[in-house]
């Protein structure tokens, strides 16, 4: 009955590669996230998307991709992995067209680059 | 630019004392205020919100638009309390603002 789910937990990689982490969500919301949470704990959004619209945050590389397949899913790719690219990513949903703002968060993926 | 502060990086406390976590936000606009919690190894959850002026497992805060700010109060801290707390912010563009937060440490 888990909420937001992501997958994998963890993950570890290599510089250069190409990973993929992915997220669904049960609760029938419309719009979904992405948040960085670097090893200092700061917590940064990445992308906010709907079927209607995608909200990219201008600090992003372009080796991040959100892919959504359906309104539950918003998967993101990284290509070309960065020692930098390590934290933890968060995947949220929310359903502002239900007038809350309120965020419903995934467990989290641990990234290590090596 | 809408901002989220949150000047204190680690507040630590003993069991039974009143807490207080600063947040101040910068924002034009009416803003939506959140407290959310990340208790160790947990997903974030939202604790609260100041457009329901509830409170929850103790805690408050209000919305002081004068100051622009959203402190978080408890008047007796917890063990159980110990956690990470993000102030928040949502804006027109749908995302949360986050601060840098604050671990909270409850010292029996």
């Known amino acids: 009955d888990t909420a937001v789910s992501q997958t994998p937990k963890y993950l570890v990689t290599q510089m250069g590669n190409d990973k993929s982490i992915k997220c669904e969500q049960n609760l029938g919301h419309d719009t979904m996230y992405w948040y960085k949470q670097d090893s200092k704990k700061f917590l940064k959004i990445m992308f906010s998307y709907n079927n209607k619209e995608l909200i990219i945050n201008e600090t992003v590389p372009n080796r991040f991709s959100p892919k959504s397949p359906d309104k539950a899913h918003l998967n993101l790719h990284i290509n070309s992995l960065e020692l930098g690219d390590s934290a933890v990513y968060f995947c949220a949903s929310s359903h502002p067209g239900q007038g809350s703002y309120e965020q419903y968060f995934g467990p989290g993926t641990r990234l290590t680059v090596t | 630019a809408q901002r989220v502060t949150q000047p204190e990086k680690l507040l630590s406390v003993f069991k039974g004392a009143p807490v207080e976590l600063k947040c101040n936000y910068s924002?034009?606009?009416?803003?939506?205020l959140f407290w959310y919690v990340q208790y160790s190894r947990q997903r974030l959850q939202l604790l609260l919100r100041?457009?329901s002026r509830e409170s929850i497992k103790g805690f408050t805060a209000d919305l002081n638009k004068g100051e622009t700010s959203f402190h978080l109060k408890k008047p007796f801290a917890q063990e159980e309390d110990s956690a990470m707390y993000y102030c928040a912010l949502h804006t027109g563009r749908r995302a949360l603002t986050f601060g840098s937060g604050t671990r909270l440490q409850v010292q029996p």
């Open positions: 924002y034009s606009g009416s803003p939506e």
């Open positions: 100041h457009i």
